[in-house]
């Protein structure tokens, strides 16, 4: 099993930056595809990012390309999601997600979330 733990959420107003990290527990995590997802409420969870195991490949929801970085370091067994430009939209609970497969779709673990709430 892989857990994952996640933290960096908050509340900023629009236009600032967050960046949240994801490691997990008591395991390494260098084989495993990442990703972000976000779930907003009253919808459905939907994927934001997402990074191969080696960081050397990366592909991003639409809604914020130009604007989200994903990036891992897997000396440090940690994985980023650096937001910038925020906007009321992209207020939601941030979930990582690990999985054996880069953009295959399938992740097999989650973390509990972290809340990002942005202010207008």
């Known amino acids: 099993q892989l857990q994952l733990v996640e933290s960096g959420g908050g509340l900023v107003q629009a236009g600032g930056s967050l960046r949240l990290s994801c490691s997990p527990s008591?395991?390494?995590?260098?084989?495993?595809?990442m990703a972000w997802f976000r779930q907003a409420p009253g919808k459905e969870r939907e994927f934001v990012a997402a990074?191969?195991?080696?960081?050397?490949?990366?592909s991003y929801a639409d809604s914020v390309k130009g604007r989200f970085t994903i990036s891992r370091e897997n000396n440090k067994n940690t994985v980023y999601l650096q937001m910038n430009s925020l906007k009321p939209e992209d207020t939601a609970v941030y979930y990582c997600?690990?999985?054996?497969?880069?953009?295959?779709?399938?992740?097999?673990?989650w973390g509990q979330g972290t809340q990002v709430t942005v202010s207008s």
């Open positions: 997600a690990a999985g054996a497969t880069y953009n295959s779709g399938r992740y097999d673990f």
């Open positions: 008591g395991r390494t995590f260098m084989s495993y595809a």
């Open positions: 990074i191969n195991w080696s960081g050397g490949s990366t």
